[in-house]
C-alpha cells in the first residue's frame, strides 16, 4: 500500500535476480499503486534455464515528478507454486562438494562442463528443490559410465523416503524409497554404458509414470504404478549405487 498521501504515480514491479547472469528479471507491466489502498500483487516467475535465483523483491518507480520522502508498506511476501526450469551445469559451481542449487547425501559430486557426475561405494544422492513440490514432473539425460543402477528421483523427502526411476540390468524400474529402495514395477529396457539416455518421471497424485529412450532415437519404454500409500510431496534427485559413475544434464522439472 501506498501512504494515502503519495503521489498516484507509483508503479510496483515484482523482481527476481538470476545470480548466474546478474540480470534482474521483472514483473511486466508495473502495477500502478493507490494511494491508501491495500493490493495483492501476483507474479509467475517466466520458466527459463540455467538461472540461479539468489534474490526476490519488489521495485518501487515514481513514474514522472520527483518522490523524495514517499512510503510503500510491504505487509506480507511469499513465494509458491510449481516449479517450471532446467538447470545448465555449464553455469553452476561446486558450493559443499555439491553443485550450487544441490546438496547431496554421499558419494562424490563433481561438475564437468555440462554434466554433473556422481560417484561412489554406496547409494550416492543429490537433491534439489522443495519439500512442498506436490504434482510435476523432473526428467534428465543420463550417461552411465559404470556400475549397475543409475537413477532419477521424485518427491525425495530425505535419504530414507521418495520414488525413483532406475537404469537396472537389462531393464527400467519404478522404485519406491521406504527406509531402502524396493522395486515396484519393470520393463525391459537394454542400455550400455557410455550411452545417453533420456529418463522422464512424473508424479501426479498415487500414481507413478516414467519412460526412458536412447538420445538418438527410437521410441520409449514406459512403465506405470499407483502407490496405495504415496508420498505427496519432495524434492527431486540424482542418485546411483554401488560401484556406478553416472553423468547427468539436462536436468528440469515441469508441473
Known amino acids: 500500500m ?5 503521489n498516484p504515480e507509483l508503479i510496483v ?20 499503486l493507490v494511494p491508501g489502498q491495500w493490493q495483492q500483487v501476483e507474479w509467475r516467475i517466466p520458466p527459463g534455464d540455467g538461472v540461479l535465483i539468489d534474490q526476490v523483491g519488489v521495485l518501487v518507480t515514481a513514474m514522472h515528478a520527483p518522490h523524495l520522502n514517499e512510503s510503500v508498506y510491504i505487509d506480507d511476501l511469499d513465494w509458491d507454486g510449481p516449479p517450471e526450469f532446467g538447470f545448465d551445469f555449464k553455469r553452476e559451481r561446486i558450493e559443499t562438494d555439491a553443485s550450487s542449487q544441490w546438496t547431496f547425501v554421499r558419494g562424490y559430486w563433481m561438475l564437468d562442463g555440462d554434466a554433473y557426475i556422481g560417484s561412489g561405494v554406496g547409494q ?16 534428465a539425460d543420463l550417461t552411465p ?4 543402477a ?11 523416503r521418495g520414488y525413483a526411476l532406475a537404469l537396472m540390468p537389462g531393464r527400467l ?27 522422464h518421471l512424473r ?3 498415487a500414481a507413478l509414470e516414467g519412460s526412458a529412450a536412447g538420445v538418438g532415437g527410437g521410441p520409449p519404454v514406459t512403465l506405470a504404478w499407483i502407490d496405495p500409500k504415496p508420498y505427496a510431496t519432495g524434492m527431486i534427485g540424482l542418485a546411483n549405487q554401488r560401484a556406478c559413475r553416472t ?4 536436468v528440469r522439472v515441469t508441473p
Do not use: C
Not at 2 to 6: G, K, L, S, W
Not at 173 to 199: C, K, Q
Open 13 to 32: 514491479n515484482l523482481f527476481v535476480r538470476d545470480a548466474n547472469s546478474g540480470r534482474r528479471i521483472e514483473q511486466t507491466p508495473g502495477i500502478p
Open 124 to 139: 550416492n544422492e543429490s537433491y534439489s528443490g522443495d519439500l512442498d513440490w506436490a504434482d510435476y514432473a523432473v526428467s
Open 150 to 160: 543409475h537413477l532419477l528421483l521424485a518427491r525425495v523427502q530425505g535419504a530414507l
Open 2 to 6: 501506498a501512504h494515502p498521501d503519495a
Open 145 to 148: 559410465r559404470s556400475g549397475e
Open 203 to 205: 508424479a501426479r497424485g
Open 247 to 250: 553423468e547427468f544434464r539436462k
Open 173 to 199: 524400474a519404478l522404485m519406491r524409497n521406504d527406509g531402502g529402495y524396493a522395486e515396484v514395477a519393470s520393463v525391459p529396457f537394454a542400455w550400455h554404458h557410455g550411452e545417453t539416455i533420456s529418463l
